[in-house]
Structures are given as C-alpha cells and as structure tokens.
C-alpha cells in the first residue's frame, strides 16, 4: 500500500514562512511528478507547484515568487516552502505524486493539511 502524509501546516502570520512536507511510503520504485494542490472553502481545487524530473518547476501565477517547491527523490519526499504569505493562501494543501510502485503506475493524494494565515 501506498501511503502519502503531509506535515508542516498550520497558523502563520502574513508575510512569515512555512514549509510544508510530504512523504510517500510504501514498496516505491520511483516518482514521475510531484504537486501541491490547495482547496480552500468553496472554491476550486487549484494547482499550486508541481516539479517533474527532480528539477523542472512551475507555478500558479498567484504564489510566483513567493512559494517554492522542491523534491527529494532519495526520501519520496516533495516540500513546499511559503515565503510571505498572505490570507489568500489560506485552504487545505495537499500533496500529489504520480509514482511508480508495486501496483504500477498510478496517481497519488496526501490527506491534506490546514494552512492558516492571519495575523
């Protein structure tokens, strides 16, 4: 079974930082794509960052600049670090990978995590 757990969330003041992790767990051979999605209360879920082939990023127009993600294939893990937020970004983040394991190729969701930001 494969397993992805987020961690890191939480209340921040607008303008501080936070990271966020994910770590998949299971019997992995390798990770294809890995994304943030934030959905916040009555709205769309929407992709925040994505990162494929440990180095090639991209970003939604609303945390350009701000948010930065990165992968670390060794430990199946994707962060995603939050520079200067602010309550817009406020929702549930959850961590998304496109893995490949014992099950074969298939697309994973993490259970999400609360970010909070307000002063």
């Known amino acids: 079974q494969v397993q992805l757990v987020e961690s890191g969330g939480g209340l921040v003041q607008p303008g501080k930082s936070l990271t966020l992790s994910c770590t998949a767990s299971?019997?992995?051979?390798?990770?294809?794509?890995m994304r943030w999605y934030r959905q916040a209360p009555g709205k769309e879920r929407e992709l925040v960052a994505g990162?494929?082939?440990?180095?090639?990023?991209s970003y939604a127009d609303s945390v350009k600049g701000r948010f930065t993600i990165s992968g670390d294939n060794a430990k199946n893990a994707v962060y995603l670090q939050m520079n200067s937020p602010k309550p817009e970004d406020t929702a549930v983040y959850l961590c998304?990978?496109?893995?490949?394991?014992?099950?074969?190729?298939?697309?994973?969701w993490g259970q999400g995590t609360q970010v909070t930001v307000s002063s």
């Open positions: 998304n990978m496109m893995l490949f394991s014992i099950f074969g190729k298939r697309n994973y």
């Open positions: 299971g019997r992995i051979f390798g990770i294809d794509v």
């Open positions: 990162i494929t082939g440990g180095s090639s990023t």
